[in-house]
């Protein structure tokens, strides 16, 4: 009996925590305790042998190190304490995501967590790749600031160890013209409180976040203008009105002060004061219009691609989108090159018009040297 448990736990060396495969040596010098926590069992044998001949023959050993072991836990409460300070768009995510992460993994000693132990756990707690590649990121992002804070040594969540995962690129759903006249008609009869917001989201093209955080001084009317000071991307940008748009803003700021949001949310109202944090949701209202108008698989966000694909279809180059957009770089406005089959079918038909514009006596099917040949004798 005595024997099965040495060959199980050799002398010198404790697993901690039970079952988690981090191995440690514990041996003694002049009555002073060591402990090192090594990780795999046969690097801890091997420490164990080397400290235990470097004791006999009076070698100077590390100093002793009392320090608890950095919880995952505590890597993500220093992350989120980051996030609060940028003033982060996306905090409520990460919050969220946080929490999940914590809940399942924050117990854990954060240098003993390997990158195959993640991908695993990341690869049975996600369904898809986008997912996967976010909770990727934040645990990334919580290593490495761990790493910059000297409270780990390494980041299993790097790409080196762990690839980000492809995801896949849907068609874009946008609004036809006749779908957001349709749409229009019944936020108006349904929802008129509401119908400037929703002008203002297909024709200026801002994201969830920004349209709801706008104050009524950062509206510059001779300018046609909304000045954004943060943004998803971390830059300050300027939003250009057209007719549309101005009216919707026009309508939306009568009576309200510079200092005050030009669309308030519920719960920046005195109707929920023991609300602490405010919401970008507006699903109440917007959801229930889109079925009531029978408009399949269009969420608030296609507003902001109704947006982007009207100026690609209205000729816009994609340098001209991506700064209408606000997009950071030119692949992000290039997705929205995708359009509708009869605008595609217009821009080949102009083509044939031109052709025919200048040659209009020659026969429609014509060969190419006979069509030559008429060139010249004209």
């Not at 000071?229 to 007719?243: C, E, F, Q, Y």
């Amino acid at each position: 009996m005595n024997k099965d448990k040495e060959k199980k736990n050799p002398r010198g060396l404790f697993e901690r925590p039970p079952g988690s495969g981090v191995w440690w040596i514990n041996y003694y010098q002049h009555g002073k305790q060591h402990r090192e926590k090594v990780g795999r069992k046969s690097a801890a044998i091997d420490l164990y042998r080397k400290r235990k001949t470097e004791i006999r023959e009076g070698r100077k050993l590390p100093p002793l190190k009392r320090t608890a072991p950095v919880m995952i836990a505590d890597l993500i409460d220093a992350m989120l304490d980051h996030i609060r300070t940028q003033g982060h768009k996306d905090l409520r995510n990460y919050e969220s995501r946080g929490e999940i992460v914590r809940a399942k993994l924050g117990a854990r000693d954060a240098e003993a967590l390997t990158p195959q132990e993640l991908e695993t756990w990341l690869g049975r707690h996600t369904k898809t790749a986008g997912t996967f590649n976010r909770y990727k990121a934040l645990i990334s992002l919580t290593y490495k600031l761990g790493v910059r804070n000297k409270k780990v040594t390494h980041n299993p969540a790097k790409g080196e160890f762990i690839p980000q995962r492809p995801e896949p690129r849907g068609r874009l759903r946008f609004l036809t013209r006749e779908e957001f006249e349709e749409l229009r008609k019944v936020i108006q009869h349904r929802f008129p409180e509401h119908l400037n917001e929703y002008v203002l989201g297909v024709h200026a093209g801002m994201r969830l976040s920004e349209q709801y955080t706008i104050e009524v001084g950062q509206y510059d009317r001779h300018r046609r203008a909304i000045d954004l000071d943060k943004t998803k991307n971390g830059n300050a940008r300027t939003v250009h009105l057209n007719s549309d748009a101005l009216a919707a803003v026009e309508a939306a700021v009568i009576g309200r002060k510079r200092s005050e949001r030009v669309f308030p949310r519920e719960d920046r109202l005195d109707t929920y004061p023991d609300r602490k944090k405010e919401q970008f949701d507006n699903r109440s209202w917007f959801e229930a219009a889109v079925r009531e108008a029978g408009i399949p698989r269009i969420t608030w966000h296609g507003l902001r691609h109704t947006f982007c694909s009207w100026l690609a279809m209205a000729g816009a180059t994609t340098r001209e989108i991506m700064e209408a957009g606000g997009h950071k770089t030119m692949s992000q406005a290039a997705r929205y090159s995708h359009l509708t089959p009869q605008h595609t079918q217009s821009v080949v038909d102009r083509i044939a018009g031109n052709m025919h514009r200048k040659s209009q006596h020659a026969p429609k099917y014509a060969p190419a040297k006979q069509s030559v040949t008429v060139k010249i004798d004209n």
